[in-house]
């Protein structure tokens, strides 16, 4: 007995004095060698598997005693990843040979292996018989004939012939086995091995697979490609090929037994298929009660095909949880348009309760598409012998995978044109290779169906993807005696109050049945959808959600808290979680996560119940009630299940395999090249820093937590309009601090029109006569404009008007911009990529900062962005240049220099910025140029020199090709809430807080824009080189204070003071005021906004 994994066929040392070779035929006759397998362990169990019987052949006769001699099995089909037991037997006596092993457990085995199997050689020697004494250990003596999918492998892979010291199984043997022949004539096991094998070794070559598969291996027919002496090598080949193995992944319905559920008999199933990744079905297993043989016909038809042909006019009328998609409907009775993909497919049945396999092979492997509607027709041509279960409703989801799924379908009579019956669930597997591998953990859509409606007592809607879940949705009469009118709930009286109530039960039991997925930990993320009616359906009330709140959820033994959902008022109501606008997948989107990890949630709009702490929750109970006569919304105006409750679940592991993510999905092959991203160190304090300096380590003496302790740079000092004290440190003492995390508000907006910028006349280029200063602190990238003292003054500055000035009305100029990695204030929860802040001083001292969130989106390059990255890469590049030549003076003064090791890990990727198109003066051509000859052999040198002298060189040469084109263009002035490109909406979040670094004084009234900037990932690495690269021209040394490659503040407690969000509902833009002429005492300038109107974006928190 031992153990391999593969397709197979065997080399055995035999002690027979005859030698002989035996072939496979398919089982036309009887021999005397059986060979056996099943899915269990190398022990003797008595639970024999059928056996599989091969013809005798005679060979060429020769005078040794002990030989090795082929013998051919049926194709034995072993997946992937799972464990094959065989045993070998000789019923006429102890005829096979083996070797005693020096171990003394089972346990301690040795592995040999190839490109497509491992064995385990050692195993246990079997006197005749299943009731015959086990010696142990015993290894194997002999080799391997195998072939991979549909490929014979047209050589050996012998495993060991070690006749010096093989035994046999005689009926004397008392485990204490003695070497006492010698087969001089015999090649030795060195001599067999091939050159892709691991040598016998005492330690294993390789971990043996898990088990996460245990085939029925007998179940598979053995009518796949047969063995014929040419096959046979006649010597052992010099060279044995690499194969690759091919990943199988199986998907099952059911094989009801006799004594179970009504299971009927056709003689075929008519059903679809839909992908949910590209597959190829390569094998399929039928369920036939047949022991005997039958005949099979496969036909399939594609959606595609069935909307190019003329199809009867019921197929889009008749309902289904398909939407009238199935492909079959119209041609149930006739073979136009069917594809035959397998004919007269001969195979041997099972018997009842066990699957029976079209062989590989035996048809033309089926591709479905992902989204890929496919019709599926099996039949047999000898009668009713296919078994099917009675279905709920044609067109149904029947079960589903991460990677198919399969709907109800009819009962088929033969021949096709006979009718069927319907409807009926096909019972069966489906063995396939995914070809589009995905590479995140899976989810599980856990789904209501379609209801009745109208009546009184508890009803069950059908579950989308049977058995996963069912939902339950309970009406009672309302308080006149009507009944509840479908999709908005029943009116009840809780807390003396009318209430519209609706209950969802989610049975969540077959989770729990797995044992990969009954640990909380290992469900990711959790989240419940609730859909909308129709496109203008509010949702406002209330929501419960109760873990494990068992079956019995009728309301008056049902113990309920209502916590609040939502607030009332008259433009309607605030939306928990992330809410959706586009119809009809207008829902809303709840995070249960925590009714899974077995805590109760901390937020005031749902109770999270009891859920177990060391496994998930056998059921989820949810609660809606509203004070809305239309009641509460929960699923689409057509009521269908596609768009009904739904219940996303997010798993670590694959629940329907029980195996782990890397083993199930696999991951994708390294590149030739792999692309490798910039990491930056922390920074490091300096020795002895001043009483100014501050940085972002939150364990540090100089993090967030000691920000009340240091002194402000006086930055702010020379602003002195400004009617806040600017003077004393609010960092840990104030109560309106920044930045924010800005969600749910019930204050009202106090604005009533957009915020209107002026583009002044300052740019970025040579050619502007007004250019800002660009610094890069230690902490951000600074874009300092000059304070104007008069509205007279030229040039002038950027500028906006906001509508919360009250008696201070007018546009106030912008003072400076800043750009942080990773953003300081947050929505929702969610932190994004990057932060632009935009702070405008007013003539009567009201400091206003503007904030646009930043957002890496590689679908395109932000080219309005990309100017003011250059703009600050010309600054870079001449602080580095003048870090060099001090450098490089230096060790000309001295003979030696000090190089300067980079804190950043580039890991060789280029640092420079090619998408650049920086300036440098011209009037330092000519010096930069005398700079490259004169330094070039010392900066080769330094470490920091060569970084910088290509960071320089690059530079360069952009300049020089920026030169070319300013002959021919002259670039426009930059405006900084350019439409689109930085200004993607005009509404947004207000609050009264502070700025976000040390002094961190308050009185400063905050707008964050709700949608962000979007820019290029490559634009995104940019600019954290600028902030965390940047070295001081005069010490070289690195300026940055970032920390985990941010320098953004940490959220601050909101501790009063209105905070509101602006929507479309308080008030439209100034083009749409233009066009309805509703424009008041204001003239739209066609050049604020330019020609073309604002695109309209929806964005993640879209208005209302």
């Known amino acids: 007995m031992t153990r391999v994994n593969g397709h197979i066929g065997l080399l055995l040392h035999s002690g027979l004095d005859t030698p002989t070779a035996l072939l496979a035929s398919r089982g036309r006759s009887t021999t005397s060698t059986t060979a056996s397998s099943g899915g269990g362990s190398s022990s003797g169990s008595d639970s024999a598997a059928p056996s599989m019987t091969s013809t005798t052949t005679s060979s060429a006769s020769t005078s040794s005693t002990s030989t090795t001699t082929l013998i051919g099995v049926p194709p034995i089909y072993l997946p992937p990843s799972s464990r094959l037991s065989l045993y070998i037997s000789t019923p006429s006596g102890p005829h096979l040979r083996y070797y005693s092993s020096s171990t003394t457990t089972l346990d301690s085995s040795r592995y040999y292996k190839s490109d497509a ?8 020697a079997k006197r005749k018989g299943w009731d015959g004494q086990v010696l142990y ?40 086995d003695t070497a006492t022949t010698t087969d001089d004539g015999t090649s ?24 996460s598969i245990t085939p029925t291996i007998s179940l598979h027919p053995s009518s796949s490609p ?36 009504p299971v009927y008999v056709y003689a075929g199933n008519m059903f679809d298929l839909k992908g949910r990744h590209t597959i190829e079905i390569n094998s399929i297993g039928i369920h036939t009660y047949l022991t005997s043989a039958l005949t099979i016909n496969l036909y399939i038809r594609s959606e595609e095909r069935r909307s190019s042909s003329s199809s009867s006019s019921s197929v889009e009328s008749t309902p289904s949880a398909l939407g009238g998609n199935r492909s079959y409907v119209g041609h149930e009775d006739s073979l136009d348009g069917w594809e035959l993909r397998g004919g007269n497919i001969t195979i041997v049945g099972n018997g009842m309760g066990l699957p029976t396999y079209l062989p590989y092979g035996s048809f033309e492997p089926i591709l479905l598409k992902e989204k890929e509607v496919l019709g599926v027709y099996i039949t047999s041509v ?57 590479t995140s953990a899976p989810t599980m859509d856990l789904s209501g169906g379609v209801g009745s409606r109208g009546e009184k007592d508890k009803k069950v809607a059908n579950a989308t993807f049977a058995p996963i879940s069912d939902l339950y949705i309970v009406e009672e009469e309302t308080a006149d005696g009507g009944n509840g009118t479908y999709g908005r709930g029943t009116q009840l009286m809780v807390d003396g109050f009318p209430k519209k109530i609706s209950l969802l039960y989610f049975d969540l039991s077959v ?82 996560t925590a009714a899974f990890r077995g805590s109760t949630s901390s937020s005031s709009t749902t109770t999270m119940g009891e859920a177990n702490e060391d496994s998930i929750p056998t059921s989820l109970l949810v609660r809606l009630s509203s004070d809305l006569p239309d009641g509460v919304m929960y699923r689409s105006r057509e009521g269908d299940s596609d768009n009904g409750p739904r219940l996303f679940i997010t798993f670590a592991y694959n629940p329907d395999t029980s195996k782990a993510l890397a083993r199930e999905f696999g991951s994708d092959p390294p590149t030739v090249a792999p692309t490798v991203l910039p990491v930056w160190e922390d920074a490091v304090p300096p020795a002895t820093p001043d009483r100014s300096y501050f940085n972002y380590d939150p364990s540090g003496w100089y993090g967030p937590d000691y920000w009340e302790n240091m002194d402000d740079d006086g930055y702010y000092e020379q602003f002195r309009r400004l009617k806040t004290d600017i003077s004393w440190n609010r960092c840990g003492r104030g109560e309106r601090q920044s930045p924010r995390d800005l969600c749910a508000t019930t204050d009202k907006c106090l604005e009533f029109h957009q915020t209107r910028p002026r583009i002044g006349e300052y740019g970025l280029t040579d050619e502007n006569w007004a250019r800002p200063t660009p610094l890069i602190m230690h902490n951000k990238l600074r874009l300092q404009y000059p304070e104007r003292r008069s509205e007279w003054e030229r040039p ?29 204030h947050r929505l929702c929860g969610k932190q994004y990529d990057g932060e632009m802040q935009l702070f405008y001083i007013h003539r009567e001292g009201n400091l206003e900062a503007l904030s646009v969130l930043i957002e890496v989106d590689s679908t395109e390059v932000n080219g309005h962005f990309q100017v003011l990255l250059d703009y600050f890469q010309d600054k870079f590049d001449q602080d580095a240049s003048l870090c060099l030549r001090r ?5 000309a003064l001295f003979g030696r220099g000090r190089d300067g090791k980079s804190d950043t890990k580039l890991r060789g990727m280029s640092s420079s910025s090619s998408s650049s198109t920086s300036s440098i003066e011209e009037e330092d051509q000519d010096e930069m140029t005398d700079t490259f000859e004169e330094e070039e052999d010392n900066v080769s040198t330094s470490s920091l020199g060569s970084l910088l002298y290509q960071k320089i060189h690059d530079s360069f040469l952009r300049h020089l090709q920026q030169q070319r084109r300013r002959r021919t263009e002259r670039p426009p002035t930059w405006n900084p809430l350019e439409p689109w490109y930085v200004l993607q909406s005009i509404h947004f979040w207000g609050y009264s807080g502070s700025i976000t670094e040390p002094p961190c004084f308050e009185e400063v009234h905050w707008r964050v824009i709700d949608v962000p900037m979007k820019i290029h990932f490559n634009q995104y690495l940019q600019l954290k080189r600028l902030m965390f690269d940047h070295v001081d021209p005069d010490t070289c040394q690195k300026t940055s204070t970032h920390f985990d490659e941010s320098n953004a503040r940490p959220v601050q407690p909101d501790q009063g003071g209105a905070t509101y969000r602006c929507r479309r509902s308080d008030y439209a833009s100034d083009m749409e005021r233009a066009a309805s002429g509703r424009v008041k005492g204001f003239v739209l300038e066609e050049n604020w906004w330019g020609v073309n109107n604002l695109p309209y974006v929806t964005g993640e928190f879209p208005n209302v």
């Open 117 to 124: 199997l491992i064995l385990d050689a050692y195993g246990a």
């Open 137 to 176: 250990p015993r290894t194997f003596s002999g080799g391997l004939h195998y072939y991979v999918g549909n490929e014979i492998l047209e050589e050996w892979h012998p495993v060991n012939v070690d006749t010096t010291t093989a035994t046999t199984d005689g009926a004397t043997d008392d485990g204490d």
């Open 188 to 211: 030795t096991a060195e001599e067999l091995l091939p050159s892709n094998w691991a040598s016998p070794t005492s330690t294993p070559t390789t971990s043996f697979p898990t088990v």
């Open 226 to 261: 047969t063995a014929s002496p040419s096959d046979i090598p006649s010597s052992t080949p010099t060279s044995y090929p690499t194969w690759s193995p091919i990943s199988y992944s199986s998907f099952s319905t059911s094989f009801e037994p006799e004594d179970a559920k």
């Open 382 to 438: 000898d009668g009713p012998y296919l078994r099917s279960s009675m279905g709920e409703e044609e067109g149904k989801p029947h079960s589903a995978n991460p990677d198919m799924v399969i709907y109800e379908g009819i009962g088929k009579r033969y021949p096709m044109e006979n009718g069927g019956l319907s409807p009926r669930k096909f019972n069966g597997i489906f063995e396939y290779v995914v070809l589009d591998t995905p």
């Open 511 to 592: 989770l729990n049945g797995n044992s990969t997925v009954n640990k909380p930990n290992q469900v990711l993320k959790a989240s419940l959808r609730l859909y909308s009616m129709s496109s203008q359906s509010m949702f406002g009330g209330y929501v419960d959600i109760l873990a494990n709140g068992g079956e019995d959820i009728d309301e008056d033994t049902t113990s309920w808290m209502n916590t609040e959902y939502g607030s009332k008022n008259a433009e309607g109501f605030e939306r928990m979680g992330q809410f959706r606008s586009v119809w009809p997948e207008k829902f809303y989107e709840m995070d249960v």
């Open 796 to 824: 002038e500055p950027p500028g906006a008007d906001f509508a919360r000035n009250v008696f201070n009305s007018g546009i106030q100029d912008i003072l400076h911009i800043d750009l942080k990695v990773r953003s300081e």
């Open 887 to 891: 450098r490089t003076k230096a060790r």
